[in-house]
């Protein structure tokens, strides 16, 4: 018997994801560009924050209209009603609060913080405050990969 092997390589040179971008295509040029192969039984992991970049779910915190429930929740909180809100929006229930931290259970069933909504890293180009949201739909997002990386690679790859 052999042993099982887990090798872990980063995919280098990944470009900053823009909204619209072909995220498919873009990693498997980068890929091919670092001579890397991908082979029956490899698995992908792809960070959501560059599928979600690249579906373009991002939110201005602007244009979002907080409610008594949201104004109520910041205050206590400490936090930006407009960010409570975007929280509040994407999550079935809120299951834990303290000043700074709001634990939510997101729309898809995940417990998490801010119901994974993002502020870090994603700046509007005119300077406007935004958030990202987690894909509408990962296990579709997963399914696109997959099929390009398949092809691409003529390969039987899992994407996670």
């Known amino acids: 018997m052999s042993a099982a092997t887990v090798m872990l390589t980063a995919v280098p040179a990944i470009p900053m994801i823009e909204p619209g971008d072909d995220l498919a295509a873009i990693l498997v040029e980068r890929l ?21 970049k690249a579906e373009g779910r991002y939110l201005a915190l602007a244009d979002i209209v907080p409610s008594p429930e949201a104004h109520e929740l910041a205050g206590r909180l400490k936090k930006d009603p407009h960010y409570v809100q975007a929280v509040l929006d994407e999550s079935n ?10 634990i939510a259970e997101h729309r898809l069933g995940f417990v998490m913080a801010n119901a994974g909504i993002d502020q870090s890293n994603i700046e509007h180009p005119d300077g406007r405050e935004r958030v990202l949201l987690l894909p509408e739909n990962p296990d579709a997002s997963c399914a696109g990969l997959k099929r390009a990386f398949d092809e691409a690679f003529d390969a039987e790859v899992a994407v996670v």
């Not at 670092?34 to 029956?40: E, T, V, Y």
């Not at 229930?93 to 709001?102: A, F, H, P």
């Open 32 to 52: 091919r560009a670092a001579g890397l192969d991908l082979r029956d039984g490899d698995v992908v992991v792809v960070a959501q924050k560059i599928v979600s």
């Open 93 to 102: 229930e809120v299951v834990r609060q303290r000043e700074g931290l709001l």
